[in-house]
């Protein structure tokens, strides 16, 4: 059974950073895809970044250059470093995951990930 947990959030202030974590257990598959994604108060869930097993990332614009995907395989933790926070980065973050097999491609689409976590409140004052 596949088990996603994020943690990390928080609160902080306008130009502050975090630093989210989220452990995958029970994902056997060698290619995946994995990604961050965000839900805002009144407003849908949307793509913040994602990576592929071979270490392909993406980003929505909205976050580039501010925030970075990375993952330690041996520890199966999948981290998203953002720093020059803004309020509008207010939100639920949520931690996915999917086999490659599922879309050709990666992506930063809600319904291409099939594993998801509950969720860590970041929330950012200015």
């Known amino acids: 059974q596949v088990q996603v947990v994020e943690s990390g959030g928080g609160s902080v202030q306008s130009g502050g950073s975090l630093r989210l974590s989220c452990v995958v257990s029970g994902f056997t598959y060698t290619s995946y895809y994995m990604a961050w994604f965000r839900q805002a108060p009144g407003k849908q869930r949307e793509g913040v970044a994602s990576i592929d097993s071979e270490g392909t990332t993406k980003y929505a614009d909205s976050v580039k250059g501010r925030f970075a995907i990375s993952q330690d395989n041996a520890k199966k933790t999948l981290y998203l470093q953002m720093n020059n926070l803004k309020p509008d980065d207010t939100a639920v973050y949520y931690c996915?995951?999917?086999?490659?097999?599922?879309?050709?491609?990666?992506?930063?689409?809600?319904?291409?990930?099939?594993?998801w976590g509950q969720g860590t409140q970041v929330t950012v004052s200015s």
């Open positions: 996915a995951a999917s086999p490659s097999y599922i879309v050709p491609i990666l992506t930063l689409i809600e319904s291409d990930f099939n594993y």
